[in-house]
C-alpha cells in the first residue's frame, strides 16, 4: 500500500527546491531531496506531501513516479499534469524553472516548513552527497548493483520510527485516501 502520487504537490515542490536553489538543480538531487521530504513528513505527519511508488535503485532510494515525470514532463493518465510549463526539459543532468510563478496554494504550511526543514539541511550537499547520504541514513533501501526494489511504505515507516500501531495506521489512511482519490477522479 502506498499513497497515491500527488502530481500537483509534486510540481509545486520541485518548483520551490528549485527557487530555492537558484532556478536550476542536478536530476538525482532534486529526486533525493523529495523522497527525504517525504520521509520526513511520513515521521512527522504519518503522511508524504508527494506520494507515490517507492524503490531503491543502485543511487539509493526514489520515488517512482517524480523519476518518470521528470524523464517524460508528464504522467500516463494524468489529465492535469503542469509540469512542463514550470519546469524545464531535462539537459545535461539538469532541470530548471520555466515559469516562476507557480504558487504552493495545494500545499499546507506544515509541507512548505518541511520543504525548508529538508533544503536548510540538506541543499547545500550536491547529488553525490546525497546519494552516500541515503545509502548511510536510509534504512529501508536495499543496496543494489542494477534493476530495482520496491520499497514498502511499512519498510519506511518503521525505519523513520514508527511503531506497528503507527504503521497499521498510516496504511489504513493510505487506503482510505485512495479510494476517495479513485472515486473523485473517476
Known amino acids: 500500500m502506498s499513497f497515491r502520487f500527488d502530481i500537483t504537490k509534486a510540481t509545486e515542490v520541485a518548483c520551490d527546491l528549485l527557487r530555492r536553489e537558484g532556478g536550476v538543480m542536478n536530476i538525482m538531487k532534486l529526486i533525493k531531496l523529495v523522497y527525504a521530504l517525504d520521509r520526513l513528513s511520513i515521521q512527522r505527519r504519518g503522511i508524504p506531501v508527494v506520494g507515490g511508488t517507492y524503490f531503491s535503485l543502485p543511487n539509493g532510494p526514489i520515488t517512482s513516479e517524480l523519476l518518470d515525470l521528470i524523464n517524460s514532463g508528464t504522467l500516463w493518465g494524468e489529465d492535469e499534469c503542469r509540469w512542463e510549463e514550470f519546469i524545464s526539459d531535462?539537459?545535461?543532468?539538469?532541470?530548471?524553472?520555466?515559469?516562476?510563478?507557480?504558487?504552493?496554494?495545494?500545499?499546507?504550511?506544515?509541507?512548505i516548513r518541511l520543504i525548508g526543514e529538508i533544503y536548510a539541511e540538506h541543499g547545500g550537499k550536491d547529488q553525490w552527497q546525497l546519494r552516500d547520504w541515503s545509502h548511510e541514513r536510509c534504512e529501508e533501501w536495499t543496496?543494489?548493483?542494477?534493476?530495482?526494489?520496491?520499497?514498502?511504505?511499512?519498510?519506511?515507516?518503521?525505519?523513520?520510527?514508527?511503531?506497528?500501531?503507527?504503521?497499521?495506521?498510516?496504511?489504513?489512511?493510505a487506503e482510505e485516501l485512495n479510494f476517495v482519490e479513485a472515486a473523485l477522479h473517476a
Open 143 to 173: 543496496p543494489m548493483v542494477r534493476g530495482r526494489d520496491r520499497i514498502p511504505l511499512a519498510k519506511m515507516a518503521r525505519a523513520v520510527g514508527l511503531n506497528d500501531a503507527q504503521i497499521q495506521q498510516i496504511e489504513q489512511d
Open 90 to 111: 531535462r539537459q545535461n543532468h539538469e532541470i530548471g524553472l520555466q515559469e516562476a510563478k507557480i504558487g504552493t496554494e495545494h500545499l499546507a504550511p506544515s509541507e
